[in-house]
Each structure stands twice: as structure tokens, then as C-alpha cells.
Nanobody, 125 residues
Framework: QVKLVESGGGLVQPGGSLRLTCAPS????????IAWFRQAPGKEREGVACISEKDGRTLYGASVKGRFTISRDEDKNLVYLQMDSLKPEDTARYHC??????????????????WGQGTQVTVSS
């Protein structure tokens, strides 16, 4: 059974940084493309970042490009989302998920298979 657990969320001031961690249960993260998506109350799910299973390429949503970095530690079997220069509009619940393709083709269009419960990120002064 594919299961993912997120951690690392919290309250941070605008301009600050957080690092989220995604830990799998029952599988290796490099067997899948792994994405992060976020959802705020009353808003649609938004794909934030993805790292490809096939070649490790990374893709980002337009609203976070240049500020967020997704990475994978194969030895520890973890995926990270480093979030810098955070803005109040980044406030949301963040989930890591398996993405349905080898090259993150569908992460921007809700192409997710399994995902975790999420971790809350709040950006506020």
C-alpha cells in the first residue's frame, strides 16, 4: 500500500523559509515521480513542484518558480520541498503525492495517484 507522510509545516513570517519533508511507507520514492501540491480553503488544488522518476528533472508551478526547490535524497528515501521568500499567498495545506507519469507530465493538471494527509503552512506577520 502506497502511503506518504508530510512534515515540516508551520507558521513563518513573510520572506521566511521552511523545508517540508515527504516520507514514504511501503515503497521507494525513486520508483515514482513525486509532486507537491497545495490547497487553501475555498481554492482549487495547485501543483507546486514535481521531480521526475525517470531522470530527476524538476518542474515548478509558475507562482513558486525561483522560490521553491524540490529535491530527493535516495539514500534516506525522502523528498524535500525547500520554500524560500514565502508570501502570505503561499498559505495552504501542502501534500506530497505520487504523480502518474514518468516525467511529471500531469502534475499541473491534478495528475496525482496517492497522497498524504498534508502539513499546514501559514505565512503571516
Amino acid at each position: 500500500q502506497v502511503k506518504l507522510v508530510e512534515s515540516g509545516g508551520g507558521l513563518v513570517q513573510p520572506g521566511g523559509s521552511l523545508r517540508l519533508t515527504c516520507a514514504p511507507s511501503g515503497f521507494r520514492l525513486d520508483d515514482y515521480s513525486i509532486a507537491w501540491f497545495r490547497q487553501a480553503p475555498g481554492k482549487e488544488r495547485e501543483g507546486v513542484a514535481c521531480i521526475s522518476e525517470k531522470d530527476g528533472r524538476t518542474l515548478y508551478g509558475a507562482s513558486v518558480k525561483g522560490r521553491f526547490t524540490i529535491s530527493r535524497d535516495e539514500d534516506k528515501n525522502l523528498v524535500y520541498l525547500q520554500m524560500d521568500s514565502l508570501k502570505p499567498e503561499d498559505t495552504a495545506r501542502y501534500h506530497c503525492a505520487t504523480e502518474v507519469s514518468q516525467f511529471c507530465t500531469y502534475f499541473g493538471v491534478n495528475g496525482f495517484g496517492s497522497w498524504g494527509q498534508g502539513t499546514q503552512v501559514t505565512v503571516s506577520s
